[in-house]
């Protein structure tokens, strides 16, 4: 069976035919639509198969991991499912995303998601449910405050916006005293609920902070670039740019 062009490839044929100006035949528009059908079952997340849950419309995706709308069975509510993309799927990014998982599990607090359940679909491919918040991100609130945005800027007066810089810096701490650091805030980051709610979100790129054995190191000027601690901080951070320098 002979390999189907990508739909990028097909519309681009299509259109470098309308610049010779050639018409759009009807065939083309069925071949298409059909076409991106097919890539986008290929490419999706075994929708409907996960366990314990009905699988809804996208609500967002990103390198990574694709987010749905959901419903869970047991409890019979909304939640949102996280599905590890397959054109994301190699060991390290296996490890990446249980990571989040797991952080998000062992991070009880009332201003960080909180995770519901982890497993594996019917085929295999890592699985996380989270809560489902319902709002906009705080880089919308702030774009729409900078355009003037008359609702907006009554609904977030600068009282609010404290309010969601306090309950941000409460979640952060918290994060610190079990040994977790974020690495990745900012507004994109931080939902805002439609109630005065305020999530932290996104805890892929996190990492263990350092041990007290290790803090100490760092207040001793001659040991702060030791072996032992940049060793240790680069096994846990992923990203070896995070870890302290040996220059």
Known sequence: MPDKK??????????????????LAEDDLPTIATQRSNETASSGQSLGSLPGH???????RGGMGAVYLAQQHALEREVAVKVMTRDAESPEMAARFRR???VLGKLAHPNIVPVYDVGTDEEGQLFYSMKLV?????QD????????????MKEHRLTSLLTVFRKVCDAMAFAHSQGVIHRDLKPENIMVGEFGEVLVMDWRSCCAAMTKTEQRITKTPYLRNSPF???????????????????
């Open 141 to 152: 609130v702030v774009h729409d405050l900078r355009r003037g945005d008359a609702d907006t």
């Open 229 to 247: 601690l940049i060793r240790h901080s680069a096994e846990r951070c992923p990203d070896p740019s995070w870890a302290p320098r040996s220059t």
């Open 54 to 60: 009905a699988v809804g419309r996208l609500i967002a």
């Open 100 to 102: 989040e998982a797991l």
């Open 6 to 23: 990508p739909i990028s490839d097909i519309v681009r044929g299509v259109l470098d035919g309308l610049d010779a100006g050639e018409s």
């Open 134 to 138: 319902k709002g906009r991100t705080l």
